[in-house]
């Protein structure tokens, strides 16, 4: 099991483009959660997702950002129009469901906003 | 509010010198606590999770409901637990999302 799977692994956009960040689970896992790590700050939830659901997006920013998890292929975090706040890592983790809260990480994605 | 509180940013000691990182929550509901280490260049990696009550590379960690903490403990640290830890709890009720405190950066000296 290759584990949480995440590409780009570093990403430079400059502002106002499009950042388009992907996130594939573990084998058998069906929930995906991403989180974003601001400089010198703890990770943050932004969004959970089941497969074609959103569940929790209460993390979210209101504007520009967008998640989905399509039934065939990986979940996608969309961010529209960057800026350099935009700027951190991205984590994606999974989770087998089932009443197991356990969750997987993937190796993030490093987003640079030039 | 749910938050979790890791009062130190870096935390530097000897080989062989126990450790403990510290860790407190705030939650209403009974919580579900894990604590995260992201080695270098690694990806975040469970480490232990409360209920489960087991030692992993030589760490323990006991929740006490009282204090509201789950601190992190090990007798005799070793070079190689030189790492950033994450204190997480979740939300159950919430999907099971995870609420991470700032994390403390040990770093074991030879």
């Known amino acids: 099991n290759a584990g949480v799977m995440q590409n780009p692994r570093h990403l430079v956009r400059r502002r106002g483009q499009e950042a388009r960040l992907r996130c594939s689970p573990m084998?058998?896992?069906?929930?995906v959660y991403w989180y974003r790590q601001l400089p010198e700050e703890g990770l943050k939830f932004m969004v959970y997702?089941?497969?074609?659901?959103?569940?929790?997006e209460s993390g979210m920013p209101k504007e520009r950002f967008s998640a989905e998890f399509p039934k065939e292929g990986p979940s996608i975090l969309r961010i529209q129009q960057v800026v350099r706040g935009d700027s951190a890592a991205y984590f994606c983790a999974s989770s087998p469901g089932q009443g197991r809260v356990e969750q997987y990480f993937g190796p993030g994605t490093r987003l640079t906003v030039t | 509010a749910q938050r979790v509180t890791q009062p130190e940013k870096l935390l530097s000691v000897f080989k062989g010198a126990p450790v403990e990182l510290k860790c407190n929550y705030s939650?209403?509901?009974?919580?579900?606590l894990f604590w995260y280490v992201q080695y270098s260049r690694q990806r975040l990696q469970l480490l232990l999770r409360h209920i489960s009550r087991e030692s992993i590379k030589g760490f323990t960690a006991d929740l006490n409901k009282g204090e509201t903490s789950f601190h992190l403990k090990k007798p005799f640290a070793q070079e190689e637990d030189s790492a950033m830890y994450y204190c997480?709890?979740?939300?159950?009720?919430?999907?099971?999302?995870?609420?991470f405190g700032q994390g403390t950066e040990l770093s074991v000296k030879p």
């Open positions: 939650y209403s509901g009974s919580p579900e």
């Open positions: 997702l089941q497969k074609e659901n959103i569940i929790d």
């Open positions: 084998k058998g896992h069906s929930h």
């Open positions: 997480a709890l979740s939300v159950y009720n919430q999907g099971g999302k995870l609420i």
